[in-house]
T-cell receptor
Framework: NAGVTQTPKFQVLKTGQSMTLQCAQD?????MYWYRQDPGMGLRLIYY???????DKGEVPNGYNVSRLNKREFSLRLESAAPSQTSVYFC???????????FGPGTRLLVL | RKEVEQDPGPFNVPEGATVAFNCTYS??????FFWYRQDCRKEPKLLMS???SGNEDGRFTAQLNRASQYISLLIRDSKLSDSATYLC???????????FGGGTRLMVKP
């Protein structure tokens, strides 16, 4: 049982490049989330998916798109990376009834 | 004003000390409250939920004051391994979205 996994662990992009951050969970959780964490800002919700087939915007969705590919996988795409998207990105999941979220190890992204 | 506010610290305390953190939240409709712990360059992990009557888990005690809209975390007999950032987390509607405070950094020294 690996929990929540994220790939890649680190990535360096140039401004304007695109990339997809991958997230998968093997706990059969219904809901999945993408956050970014910046110094002094705490964790901010980008997008979430309450269940397979649905996605909703969070607090800071601009510049991002998501896909809930199936119950296990929830990907985050940056179509045209900007230096303001330099951050640590965390994926999380939670079971249907509980409120506790379980986080992946994070992806550190640097946009030059 | 941020929805969930914490003193960023750092709180520097000696081993064995008792330390307390507070967190304030702005939305009176908030329903659920948590403390998460985050180690340097790691993901956040649930430390404990916060119940209306207050709750204790070993050396950790959490309290909720709905009237004043704050949550506290008390750590007794601090250990070196308690050094981390503690995140105050609020769920303002029953369901899917958590709001995180910026975290309070604790450093426990020998």
């Amino acid at each position: 049982n690996a929990g929540v996994t994220q790939t890649p662990k680190f990535q360096v992009l140039k401004t304007g490049q695109s990339m997809t951050l991958q997230c998968a969970q093997d706990m059969n959780h219904n809901s999945m989330y993408w956050y970014r964490q910046d110094p002094g800002m705490g964790l901010r919700l980008i997008y979430y998916s309450a269940s397979e087939g649905t996605t909703d915007k969070g607090e800071v969705p601009n510049g991002y798109n998501v896909s809930r590919l199936n119950k296990r996988e929830f990907s985050l795409r940056l179509e045209s990376a900007a230096p303001s998207q330099t951050s640590v990105y965390f994926c999380a999941s939670k079971p249907g009834a509980e409120e506790t979220q379980y986080f992946g190890p994070g992806t550190r992204l640097l946009v030059l | 004003r941020k929805e969930v506010e914490q003193d960023p610290g750092p709180f520097n305390v000696p081993e064995g000390a008792t330390v307390a953190f507070n967190c304030t939240y702005s939305n009176s409709a908030s329903q659920s409250f948590f403390w998460y712990r985050q180690d340097c360059r790691k993901e956040p992990k649930l430390l404990m939920s916060v119940y209306s009557s207050g709750n204790e888990d070993g050396r950790f005690t959490a309290q909720l004051n709905r009237a004043s809209q704050y949550i506290s975390l008390l750590i007794r007999d601090s250990k070196l391994s308690d050094s981390a950032t503690y995140l105050c987390v609020v769920n303002r509607n029953a369901g899917n979205m958590l709001t995180f405070g910026g975290g309070t950094r604790l450093m426990v020294k020998p």
